[in-house]
């Protein structure tokens, strides 16, 4: 299942690439915007904070037992399991974050996109270059 992404900066053209499933985006988010996801417990906080351990990791770890990090960039932050993103949806958001927008498109919503003119264009673009991703019918 290809995913094609759109990313829309903030002052030059869209660029397009895809995915081959959600595990390559989570892939792409850690090679190049520096992602994680990860589970915590208290001995894991001990090791890494010692004595000073985040307030907030402390509540959540003496409430729930465990959390969730999840960051990018240097910066992260700690979340109960159940409100915690899911992977997939924390390395989007890593993708995307400093961007205009970021679109996830199946290979149909790519196909049949209608937005902005730059997106449509770099879009079109985007399915001539690679025919063979869209079923040669492009």
Known sequence: MSIIIVEVPHQR??????????????????EVHDFGYENWNMERAVICFGDEIPDNLTALLSKH???I????CQESEFYAPKDA?????????AIG???NTCYFLTVTEAKEFKG???VEIALNKFIKDNEWLFGGDA
Request: glycine fraction near 4%; proline fraction near 5%; include cysteine.
């Open 13 to 30: 053209s869209p660029s397009v690439w895809f995915a081959k499933n959600e595990q390559h985006i989570i892939q792409m988010a850690s």
């Open 65 to 67: 037992g465990k959390a």
């Open 69 to 72: 990090c999840t960051g990018y």
């Open 85 to 93: 993103p899911t992977e997939i949806e924390a390395a989007k958001e």
């Open 97 to 99: 974050h400093d961007l």
């Open 116 to 118: 902005h003119a730059d």
